[in-house]
């Protein structure tokens, strides 16, 4: 297909132009992880917990007011990866962080 070339989008159910419907569809396949106040995060964003967590497994509790540094989205619009020293493999909701 060419720039010139138009497809037809079956959910809207209009003819668009290749390179937007190419757009559109990778945006789509994009998922939003949004903090407990509404912040979108990112890769590499640093949070701060907003309650205390127990942590399974490693006999440890998170305190509120912890900051973590260095985040990254899982593909689970609820879950991110985080590293803490002593803990491997932190899986944190971001219902419990909060954006710096």
Known sequence: MTDDDYVYDEETGEWLPAADL???????GQIEVRDSVGN??????QVTLIKDLDVKGAGQTLKR??????????GDAQ??????DGIKGLVLRAEFVRKR
Do not use: H, Y
């Open 22 to 28: 190419a757009a559109r569809q990778a945006v789509a």
């Open 40 to 45: 979108i995060l990112m890769d590499g964003d």
């Open 65 to 74: 007011g912890t900051v973590i540094k260095a985040i990254r989205l899982t």
């Open 79 to 84: 879950e991110i990866d985080c590293k803490f």
